[in-house]
């Protein structure tokens, strides 16, 4: 792919700058030195573990540092291998931008490389994993090669297990540079997915597009809640209200069969839409619960099975089998497609539906996942996109891990504010109601170790909701063999960690 243009961004700079002066409401403004750089940072020590994510992103990023000696690599080319679903998308977003386009994040992600560019003197390349069948093969055939193909990659979570236990990816807790503690890591993700303190994947700012537009939140037509006079959901949010029981008494029974041939289809109205099974896996973490946790020693273990699982388990079920103003959609091709014509009055989705619904004929309101109930204190999403790590066959290492902090560093400053501050809370929502509901929604960001231990656990809830079987029965009928799983999942890191991988 084609390699950053240094010049142009020297030109992009230029106008930045001359943009800036122009902007200036001309007062006078005293230029920050160096010194009182320092002397910021030095009034205190942040601990941004004790911070919610939504604290991270917001945090005055201007006076830190990352720590990164000035480094002349004479010209490398630096090459991201990523999953390719086509221009436009998250993956593709987060990392590429060939040229200033004037979209805001466009241009920051422009920016950000540019920077980096210039800073190391290096040029990027991109190395395109296939969204196919393949994706995963292509991964297999060049490491089985030896083949020395890319720096780092940021590639589908639910990949990594395969490729980690599999003796694919580099330990980073042992490499120069990285600096975990930084607020740039998502430090939830990082203790999610490592083994015993060794971690061989993780999400930054780096990837802040897809982790942030891959999030599931709900959305709901301002129209529709008028004609069914639902009152203000927001001030239901603000009030802790927003439930499942709450959801359910809206929606329950709002079906109404448009084409009267007597059965659900595509051109009904609903109460409720989204993708499925695609989407309600996520249901466990937005209400609450986890399917794999952690002991003390960092070793996963199933946990499916206790009060507030079953009960979500229950829940999820009922709503799937018993509550007519719920659809699913059939595929992502028509996942919107209710929605965007007018014929739902809520979709629960990821946050990159907004790009979908720029141009539709009724305003929108954005909302949190609705809680399990009042006694569960925050609303929560789970995080998404595409984790970063560093293939074993990577020649120089240190090298990776370099560029890799400074890219998650400089994301932070530049391509978080663009995307989450400008982009989506700005030109993609109505009303500052929305734009408060996206720092609700993005306080508590959760990751569950089953992406890395126990894939098969992932997508069990979607498993169950369908099905005949009560809980007991079904779990009994999963459990030796998620415990298995994990019990492979962690045998095999113990081994790579072992060989020093």
Known sequence: MKNIDVASFLVFILLISVFTACADSGDNITPTTADDTTAAQNEETVDFSKMNFIERLTYDKSFIPDNLPETDLEGYVYTIGFLDQGDGSAYYDDWIAAQPDGDVVNDAVYLRNSRISERFNIEFDYFSFPNTAEYPGTMTKVINAGEDVFDMVSLHPGYYASFVTSGYMTNLAVLDYLDFDQPWWMGDSVKAYSYHGNIYTTYGAGTAISVLATAPVMVYNKNIAADYNV???????????WTYEY???IIKDMWIDLDNNEKK????????YYVHPNEAYTFLWTLGGKYIAKDTDDEP??????EKNIRIFDAVRDM????????????????????VGGRALFQRAVLIIINKLRSVDFEYGILPNFKLDEEQVNYITSGGGGPEGIPITCADKNRSALIMEALNAESYKTVIPAYYETAVKVKYTYDEDSAEMLDMIFNNVVYDPSYIFCHGATYSIADHCLG???FSSWYASKEKGFNKEIETAAASFAVVAEAGN
């Open 301 to 306: 273990y199933l946990d499916i099975n206790n």
């Open 468 to 470: 005949k079987t009560e």
């Open 231 to 241: 009152g203000n959901l927001y001030d239901v949010v603000r009030e802790g209200k």
């Open 247 to 249: 959801v359910k008494s």
């Open 265 to 272: 289809s595509d051109e009904d109205f609903f109460g409720m």
């Open 320 to 339: 799937a089998q018993n509550w007519d103003g719920i659809y699913y959609a059939k595929s992502y091709e028509t996942d919107t497609d209710v929605f």
